[in-house]
C-alpha cells in the first residue's frame, strides 16, 4: 500500500516561495500529482508528472509552480513562486501506484499566503 507524506507548507507573503516535498513508501508510482483545497471550496488539480516526466499544469498557476520528481526516491516536489492570497489552500499529494492502478492521498500540508 502506497502511503504519501507531504511537507514543506507553511505561511508566506505575497510574492514569496515555498516548496513542497511529498514522499512516497511502500510502492512505485505512475502519475503523482498536487491537488489543493482553498478554505471553503472544494478541491482543485494543481499539476501533475507522468511517469516519463511530462508535466501538466491548472491555468492559474501556469508560470508560477514547478513539478518535479525524483523516479528513484518516488519523491515528488511543488517549487511555488509568485504566490499569491488566492494559493492559500491545504495542499494534497495524489499518487496512482504503478502495480495496481489504484490511487492514494496524502494527509495534506497548509499553504498560507498573507502578508
Known amino acids: 500500500q502506497v502511503q504519501l507524506v507531504e511537507s514543506g507548507g507553511g505561511l508566506v507573503q505575497p510574492g514569496g516561495s515555498l516548496k513542497l516535498t511529498c514522499t512516497s513508501s511502500?510502492?512505485?508510482?505512475?502519475?503523482m500529482a498536487w491537488y489543493r483545497q482553498p478554505p471553503g471550496k472544494q478541491r482543485e488539480f494543481v499539476a501533475a508528472i507522468f511517469l516519463g516526466g511530462t508535466t501538466k499544469y491548472a491555468d492559474s498557476v501556469k508560470g508560477r509552480f514547478t513539478i518535479s520528481r525524483d523516479n528513484p526516491t518516488d519523491t515528488v516536489y511543488l517549487q511555488m513562486n509568485f504566490l499569491e492570497t488566492e494559493d492559500t489552500a491545504v495542499y494534497y499529494c495524489n499518487a496512482i501506484a504503478l502495480a495496481t492502478g489504484a490511487p492514494y492521498r496524502g494527509q495534506g500540508t497548509q499553504v498560507t499566503v498573507s502578508s
Open positions: 511502500g510502492g512505485s508510482a505512475s502519475t
